[in-house]
């Protein structure tokens, strides 16, 4: 079973996957679930009631989202962490920390960024 498949499952079609497919609530992903519901304005307080209570059985949160989660197509990119190439130019240059030098990425030029670039250089084989 793959991510998708939960969702749509959870979003869309409303067909447990779970009692159609003996041996698959070992595979649902509960932390991931809730992480991708929490992305949606309609969704975002089940995903929180579902994390108060996360102690609860996989089945029974998957049985929770299915039957309270309205059908609606629901898709968003997948919430991940920023590779940032220039993150670390930006740390090193300000001596910023990681929240700080994000921050500066958003207000810095392309032009900025170039000259900081130019400015790290050090040479050798790793440039």
């Known amino acids: 079973m793959e991510?998708?498949?939960?969702?749509?499952?959870i979003n869309q079609s409303k067909i447990n996957m779970i009692d159609e497919n003996y041996g698959t609530e070992k595979e649902?992903?509960?932390?991931?679930?809730n992480k991708c519901m929490s992305g949606f304005?309609?969704?975002v307080?089940?995903?929180?009631e579902m994390n108060i209570h996360s102690d609860l059985p996989k089945k029974m949160q998957y049985d929770f989202f299915i039957?309270?989660?309205?059908?609606?197509?629901?898709f968003s990119p997948w919430l991940r962490k920023e590779k940032i190439d220039?993150?670390?130019?930006?740390?090193?240059?300000?001596?910023y920390n990681d929240e700080k030098s994000r921050s500066a990425l958003k207000i810095?030029?392309?032009?900025?960024?170039?000259f900081i670039k130019q400015r790290m250089k050090t040479g050798g084989t790793n440039e």
């Open 67 to 74: 039957n309270i989660v309205r059908p609606k197509k629901r």
């Open 108 to 114: 810095l030029s392309e032009e900025q960024i170039e």
């Open 41 to 43: 304005m309609d969704t």
């Open 28 to 33: 649902y992903p509960p932390f991931i679930i």
């Open 45 to 48: 307080l089940i995903a929180n």
């Open 3 to 9: 991510l998708k498949d939960w969702l749509n499952s």
């Open 86 to 95: 220039t993150l670390e130019l930006v740390k090193k240059y300000y001596h």
